[in-house]
């Protein structure tokens, strides 16, 4: 199993950056991804970022491509999601993800088995 923890979350101004961490514990010697999705306010959980754990491969959704940026420190086991130029409907709670098995669509959610408890950012106009 796999434990992940969510921090970082909060209010931000529109323009403005938020930086999310997410520590795996447990058995992170299996992750091949790590992923961050959000949910906004009476929407569907969306895929937002990915990076597959070993080469550090990403992938974006086109609505943050070039404002969000996902990154990984392997040594801490930890995954980060750097929020910049924030919008208010960036507003979402936003979820970490791992997932185990290698080959599969890392922007599937139905793919991740683990997932962190979630954290608030809330973006004000």
């Known amino acids: 199993q796999v434990q992940l923890a969510e921090s970082g979350g909060g209010l931000a101004q529109a323009g403005g950056s938020v930086r999310l961490s997410c520590a795996a514990s447990?058995?992170?010697?299996?992750?091949?991804?790590m992923a961050w999705f959000r949910r906004a306010p009476g929407k569907e959980r969306e895929f937002i970022a990915a990076?597959?754990?070993?080469?550090?491969?990403?992938d974006y959704a086109a609505s943050v491509k070039g404002r969000f940026t996902i990154s990984r420190d392997k040594s801490k086991n930890t995954v980060f999601l750097q929020m910049n130029s924030l919008r208010p409907e960036d507003t979402a709670v936003y979820y970490c993800?791992?997932?185990?098995?290698?080959?599969?669509?890392?922007?599937?959610?139905?793919?991740?088995?683990?997932w962190g408890q979630g954290t608030q950012v809330t973006v004000s106009s």
């Open positions: 990076v597959n754990w070993s080469v550090g491969y990403t």
């Open positions: 993800a791992g997932l185990s098995i290698g080959g599969r669509n890392m922007r599937n959610e139905a793919n991740y088995p683990y």
């Open positions: 447990g058995r992170t010697f299996s992750t091949y991804a």
